[in-house]
Structure formats: structure tokens, C-alpha cells
């Protein structure tokens, strides 16, 4: 299993999570993931119905306790990790997963992709 992992701003819409995704390589994902309190963002729910992909929600918790290999403080002081994406994609992705890379931001800068593989 294969899971990109998405953070975004606000603003970002549906061709933003595309090109970070795209970017990051993600043609062969199984799933999306992101923070709980962005799961039931508009443009992801689109990218989800558009690629026919799950959406993980992941709590707090489980984004704080990822190690992921970039650091942002604007991420950190919000979610406690220093990449949404990364944690995401490692907590969906399971026990063991690991990150094919670091996060990949869109050419807009509003939304960043990080894929995991689970073990």
C-alpha cells in the first residue's frame, strides 16, 4: 500500500493537491490522508472522487508521534509535527511504513504531497 499524505492551505483547490500529488510521484497511491480537521475539505473530497481514493483522517495524536525527515514551525506550532503531509502519509500507511521521500510542495506553494509505503 501506497499512501500520499496532504497538507494545504485554505485556499488551495483541487489543481493544488493535483500538482503536489503529481509532483511527489503519486500515480500508484491507494489512498489519500491528511489531518482529521482537513478531511472534509472540498478540493480533497474532489482529488478523491476524481482518482476514486479513500480519504484517511488522522488525528492529533497520531500526526505528533510520526518522524518525518522536514521541518516547518508554521506546520509544527498547528499540528505538532513539522510536516502534515509526511506524518499523515506514515500514520495512514501503518506500522513500519516508511516515507519514499521527503514532501513536495505544488508549484503554487499551497499544498505539499508526501507518499508511504506501509510495511
Do not use: C, W
Not at 500500500?1 to 500538482?19: N, P, Q, Y
Not at 475539505?41 to 510520526?66: C, F, G, M, W, Y
Not at 506546520?75 to 521521500?101: F, H, I, M, N, W
Amino acid at each position: 500500500m501506497i499512501v500520499a499524505g496532504l497538507g494545504f492551505r485554505k485556499e488551495a483547490g483541487i489543481a493544488s493537491l493535483r500538482d503536489a500529488l503529481q509532483r511527489a510521484g503519486g500515480d500508484a497511491v491507494t489512498a489519500l490522508a491528511t489531518a482529521s480537521d482537513k478531511a472534509a475539505t472540498p478540493a480533497l473530497q474532489a482529488l478523491a472522487a476524481e482518482r476514486n481514493l479513500p480519504v484517511h483522517a488522522i488525528s492529533p495524536d497520531l500526526l505528533k508521534i510520526q518522524t518525518v525527515l522536514t521541518q516547518s514551525p508554521r506546520v509544527a506550532s498547528l499540528y505538532g509535527t513539522g510536516s502534515l503531509a509526511e506524518a499523515a502519509a506514515l500514520a495512514a500507511a501503518g506500522p513500519g511504513a516508511r516515507l519514499l521521500g521527503p514532501r513536495i510542495t505544488s508549484h503554487d506553494g499551497k499544498a505539499t504531497a508526501a507518499l508511504a509505503i506501509g510495511a
